[in-house]
Every structure is written in C-alpha cells, then in structure tokens.
C-alpha cells in the first residue's frame, strides 16, 4: 500500500512539474472563474440585504415649500392621513431633516459641514401600505398649496437594483464561460501527460495494471490544480468581503452588510464545483487512451 502512495506521488508530483506553464494556466483560469461565481453570489447578498433593508423603510417624501403657511400644513396633513393608502406620515422639520442627512454622511464631515439646516426641506414622510399605490397618492397631492415636489424614493431604487441586477447576471455568466475554460485547460493538461507517458500506459495494460490504477495519479493532478484555483479564489474572496463590502459600510454607515457566515456557506460549494471540474475533464481527456 505505501509503494502504491509513493507511487501516486512521485507520478503526480512529476506530471506538475512536467506542464508547469499549463498548470499555471490552469489553475490561474480556475481562480478567475470561482473568484467571479463567489463575487456574483456575495453580490446576489448583499443586493438582497439591501432591497430588504430598504424596502421596510421606503417612504414617499412630500416636500414643501419654505413659505408654505400653517393653515396650508395642517389641511395637507389632514389630506394625508384620510388617505386609504396610506399607513403612516409624520412630519419632518428642517432641523429634523438636518439631524438625519448628518447621521447617513457621518463619514463625510467635508459635506456635512458645507450644508445647514435651511438649505434643506421640511417634508411630511409618508408611509404606504402598498408602494405600488404611489401614482394615486401622486395624482392627490401633486398641485396643493405648499406642495415643492413629491418623490418616490421606491422608483430610485428600482433603479439602481436594475443596474446591480445586470451586472450580478454579467459576473455569472461570465464565471460559467471562464469555468468551462478551466475546465479545457486541465483537461489538456491531463491530456498532455497522458500523450507524453503513452508508451509507458500501453506496457502497464500489457502487465495487467487496471484502468483505474493508471488514472489515479492524473485525477490527482487534476485536483490539485482545481483546489490551488479554488483556494485562491476563496482567499480572494474573504479579502474583498473585509476589504470592499466593508468599506463601503464604513462610508455609508446605514447599510448592510453580508455576515460572514454566507461565506462560509460558499466556500465547500465552491470546493465542490472544483472538484466536478476536475474529475470531469480528467476523465474526458484520458478516455481516448483509456477506453475500457
């Protein structure tokens, strides 16, 4: 048993260092694709954590104008309210409204001190209980005394998670397409150190060695170089998570942030997917000389 180890070892350690630019290549493909389908699940998360996050906290802002006077306030208010679609308004004061835009840029102290209380609106913040229903709400009180503009703060983010939504699909397809590139280099790889020990094959077969003891060791490359890619990519991954997403909470302190426990969801999924492609394409490339 220990010489058949030995053996595994010394003729996989040697099929490595025989193909060492392949190899690299290989496992440099692998990385990029695995890299790319974590980064559009890491995306997927957060992106989700996000619509989630703001979808509880969506409101419609009704902003007024400075020289709005009480008695058009209150009878806006009491338009508000009576209002079916509406779940909830409250008023927000200048000051009020001062307080929050410093609370959302804290980390931006250049812009927060560049702006005062009065160069911002009063608004009522309105609540639906269907954000669906906002042309209604729009139609009523687009045109009241008082009234500045009225904005759906839904509408933006619909927006935006329109672009995050295209680029998650993009860094999908585009790991799927580099996967299957990964895929052909290690298969070649294998093929190459098959082709280069023919001969050598074809006198174990005449010596009763079986299929199996012969693929052994080019499964074994196979996989090494699909873990080296994968390993890689899940350290790259856990670097962008602390580096990138973490950054970005850190400027903009309100959002969430994936925990780290989604990735380590990921990382025996993408030791998984590593693990087809190898097997896969080792046994593609040895079945043309390895036919049973």
């Not at 804290?106 to 927060?112: D, F, K, V």
């Not at 196979?222 to 909470?249: D, E, K, P, W, Y």
């Not at 593609?284 to 390895?290: D, E, G, K, N, V």
């Amino acid at each position: 048993m220990a010489r058949r180890f030995s053996y595994y070892f010394n003729e996989t350690a040697n099929g490595l260092r025989r193909h060492g630019l392949m190899v690299f290549a290989a496992v440099s493909t692998v990385f990029i694709s695995l890299f790319l389908f974590g980064g559009a699940y890491l995306i997927t998360r957060e992106v989700n954590l996000v619509v989630d996050f703001t979808t509880e906290k969506v409101e419609v802002a009704v902003y007024l104008q400075d020289t709005i006077s009480q008695t058009d306030q209150t009878h806006l208010l009491g338009l508000i309210q009576q209002m079916p679609e509406v779940s909830s308004v409250r008023y927000e004061s200048k000051q009020e409204a001062y307080q929050r835009f410093k609370r959302i840029f804290a980390n931006q102290p250049a812009l927060t001190e560049n702006v005062s209380p009065s160069a911002l609106p009063a608004s009522f913040r309105v609540k639906l209980k269907d954000p669906s229903k906002f042309a209604v709400v729009y139609a009523r009180l687009q045109g009241q005394p008082g009234v500045e503009r009225i904005v759906d703060q839904s509408q933006l983010l619909k927006r935006v998670f329109a672009v995050s939504n295209i680029l998650r699909a993009g860094a999908l397809v585009a790991a799927i397409v580099v996967l299957l590139s990964a895929a052909g280099l290690i298969g070649n790889t294998v093929r190459m150190a098959v082709f280069s020990r023919r001969r050598e094959i074809g006198i174990m077969r005449l010596v009763g060695a079986t299929n199996w003891f012969i693929r052994i060791p080019f499964i074994i490359e196979a996989l090494i170089q699909s873990m080296i890619g994968a390993g890689a990519a899940i350290i790259t991954l856990i670097i962008f998570r602390r580096v990138f997403l973490n950054s970005i909470h850190n400027s903009i302190a309100f959002l969430p942030v994936i925990p780290a426990s989604d990735l380590y969801v990921m990382i025996p999924i993408l030791l998984a997917i590593g693990v087809v492609v190898a097997m896969l394409a080792s046994f593609i490339a040895m079945r043309r000389f390895l036919e049973t």
